[in-house]
C-alpha cells in the first residue's frame, strides 16, 4: 500500500469547507485524521473550564462527521511535536496536512514541526481555512499591518471575494490501525462538581448545528439584526461566535450563505431590503474577528500587554477575593452587569453589549486591570477566542489600537434602560432583583467613575504604540 497522509485537525473541527482534509483526499492515499491535545508544547495557552467542554462534544461531534465519509479520528495527547513524530512512524505516513494558526506560540509549534517534517523526507503542507483574509495579505499602502478597524475593512471588501467553501470529499479511504486514546480518558468535561448543566441545556456543538444555526438566522434574523443587535433580551444574533472559535462552521461558509441568501431577497420589499442591510452589518461583525487576527498575528503580546504603552503606568485598584467573587458571580448590585455574569456563568455565552457594560464596569468603575477581566472570560466562555477576547478588552479598556477612549465610561443603567428597556434580559438572569437578599451596589457609579477619571488623568499618554512584531507565515 502506498503512504497514508495525515489530517491533523485544530482549530477546524469540521469536515465541509476543509483544505487540509480536502487536500488530503485529493492526493488519494489512505487518511489517517489526528487531533492532539497539544498541553505540553511551551507557550499554548492551556483551555479554560468551558471550553474544555465545548472540546470534547466537538470531538465527538467531528468523529461522527469523518465516521459518514468513512473515516475515523485518532486522539493524542501530548507535545504536537512528539505526537506527530510517532504518528507518522506509527502509519509509515508521506504526508501531513494542516489548517493554519496564527497565535505566535502556535505558529512556532507549526513551523518547528514543518521544518522536521521536510527535513524527515515527508511532505509537510498548510492551508487557509480560518481566516478569509490572512494577516499578511491585508497591509496599508505602507506595507504596514492596519491599526484602525474601518480601512481595515475596506482594504478587505476591496480584496478579491473570498473564495468559495470546498466540497466534502467522501471517496477517502481510512487508515486504520494507528492507535489512539479514549475521549473519556482526556476528562475534559467537569465531573465535581458538573457545573455544565446550563451549558447542556443552551448549546450543542458540532457542525451540523453550526449550519443550521446560520441558516435559521438568515431566514428568521437577519431582517431585524440591525435594530436588534444590541438588545440582548432578543434572539437578534446568530449565536456562532463558539462555532466559529473551534471552526465547526468556516467564515467562507458564513460569507458565502449570507451572500446567496442576500441574492435570493427581493429589496423592493421593506423586508428585503432590511435583510439585505442586516447581511452587510452581519458580515461587518465577521470582519471583526479577522481583524482581531490581524492584530493578534501582527502584535502576538496584544494577549498580555497594554497596547498603550501608557497604560502600563496606570493605577489599577487591588483586585481583592470579595470584589473579584462580587463581579464574577453576578452579585455586585448592578442589576445589567450582574445579569451578564450570571448569564456568563450559566450559559458559557454573554450577549456583546452586556460584555461592554461588565468590562467597562470592572476596568473603570472598579478600575481593576482588563487582564483580570480576561482571564475570566477565558475561563468561562464556551467562544473564548484567543484573539477576539483580548481585542476585545483592550478596546473597552482604552488600552488597545482603535480602542474606546479610557473617559467613556458605561452607565450600566443608562445602558439598561436603552437596550433593555422592560428589563426582561435583567429579569430572566436577576430573578431576585427585588428580594431583600439582593447585595446593594458595590460601588457608587458617580463617584467611581469620577475616580476614574482622576486615575486616567494622572498618566502620561504621549507614550507611542508598540511596534508590529508578527512575521509572516
Ligand atoms: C470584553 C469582550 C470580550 C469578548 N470576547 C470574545 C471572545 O472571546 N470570543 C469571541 O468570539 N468574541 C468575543 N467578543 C466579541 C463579541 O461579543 C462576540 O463575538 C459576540 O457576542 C458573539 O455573538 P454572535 O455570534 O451572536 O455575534 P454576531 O453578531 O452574530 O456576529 C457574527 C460573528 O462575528 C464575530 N464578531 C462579532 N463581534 C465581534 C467582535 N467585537 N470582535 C470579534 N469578532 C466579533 C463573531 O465571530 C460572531 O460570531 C468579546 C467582546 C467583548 C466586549
Not at 33 to 51: E, K, N, Q, T, V
Not at 146 to 156: A, D, I, K, L, Q
Request: aromatic residues 10%.
Amino acid at each position: 500500500m502506498s503512504a497514508p497522509s495525515i489530517v491533523w485537525f485544530r482549530d477546524d473541527l469540521r469536515v465541509a469547507d476543509n483544505p487540509a482534509l480536502h487536500e488530503a483526499a485529493q492526493r488519494g492515499e489512505p487518511v489517517v485524521c489526528l487531533y492532539i491535545l497539544d498541553d505540553a508544547s511551551s507557550g499554548l495557552r492551556p483551555l479554560g473550564g468551558a471550553a474544555r467542554w465545548w472540546l470534547h462534544h466537538s470531538l465527538e461531534s467531528l468523529g461522527s462527521s469523518l465516521r459518514d465519509i468513512g473515516l475515523e479520528l485518532t486522539l493524542r495527547r501530548g507535545a504536537a511535536a512528539d505526537v506527530i513524530d510517532s504518528v507518522v512512524a506509527d502509519a509509515g505516513a508521506g504526508a501531513v496536512f494542516w489548517n493554519r494558526r496564527y497565535g505566535e506560540a502556535e505558529r512556532t509549534v507549526d513551523a518547528g514541526i514543518k521544518a522536521a517534517l521536510r527535513a524527515a523526507g515527508v511532505e509537510a503542507r498548510s492551508s487557509q481555512a480560518s481566516l478569509m483574509f490572512e494577516p499578511w495579505t491585508v497591509l496599508t499602502g505602507q506595507g504596514a499591518p492596519y491599526r484602525v478597524f474601518t480601512p481595515f475593512y475596506r482594504s478587505c471588501l476591496a480584496q478579491p471575494e473570498p473564495r468559495h467553501p470546498l466540497p466534502v470529499d467522501d471517496d477517502v479511504t481510512a487508515f486504520t490501525g494507528v492507535a489512539g486514546d479514549d475521549l473519556a480518558d482526556w476528562n475534559l468535561l467537569p465531573t465535581t462538581p458538573d457545573w455544565a448543566g446550563g451549558l447542556r441545556e443552551a448549546w450543542t456543538p458540532g457542525e451540523k448545528t453550526a449550519l443550521e444555526r446560520l441558516r435559521a438566522f438568515l431566514a428568521d434574523e437577519l431582517s431585524s439584526y440591525v435594530a436588534e443587535q444590541d438588545l440582548p433580551a432578543q434572539d437578534a444574533t446568530s449565536g456562532l461566535s463558539p462555532y466559529l472559535r473551534w471552526g465547526e462552521i468556516s467564515p467562507f461558509q458564513v460569507w458565502h450563505e449570507t451572500r446567496s441568501f442576500v441574492a435570493s431577497l427581493d429589496r423592493r420589499t421593506s423586508e428585503g431590503a432590511r435583510a439585505a442591510d442586516g447581511a452587510s452589518a452581519f458580515l461587518r461583525q465577521l470582519v471583526w474577528r479577522e481583524f482581531s487576527y490581524h492584530l493578534l498575528f501582527h502584535w502576538p503580546q496584544i494577549t498580555h500587554s497594554n497596547m498603550r504603552p501608557a497604560f502600563d503606568d496606570f493605577p489599577w485598584a487591588e483586585p481583592t477575593d470579595v470584589v473579584m467573587e462580587a463581579w464574577q458571580m453576578g452579585r455586585t448590585g448592578i442589576p445589567l452587569v450582574d445579569a451578564g455574569m450570571r448569564e456568563l456563568w450559566q450559559t458559557g455565552i454573554m450577549h456583546n453589549r452586556v460584555r461592554m457594560v461588565v468590562a467597562s464596569f470592572l476596568v473603570k468603575n472598579l478600575r481593576i486591570d482588563w487582564r483580570e477581566g480576561e482571564r475570566w472570560f477565558w475561563d468561562t466562555l464556551v467562544d473564548a477566542d484567543p484573539a477576539a477576547n483580548a481585542v476585545n478588552w483592550q478596546w473597552v479598556a482604552g488600552s488597545g489600537v482603535d480602542a474606546a477612549p479610557y473617559f467613556r465610561v458605561f452607565n450600566p443603567e443608562l445602558q439598561a434602560s436603552k437596550f433593555d428597556p422592560h428589563r426582561e434580559y435583567i429579569r430572566r438572569f436577576v430573578p431576585d432583583i427585588d428580594a431583600e437578599t439582593y447585595p446593594p451596589p458595590l460601588v457608587d457609579l458617580k463617584e467611581s467613575r469620577k475616580a476614574a477619571l482622576d486615575a486616567y488623568a494622572s498618566i502620561s499618554k504621549d507614550r507611542a504604540l508598540g511596534e508590529p512584531g508578527g512575521s509572516g507565515d
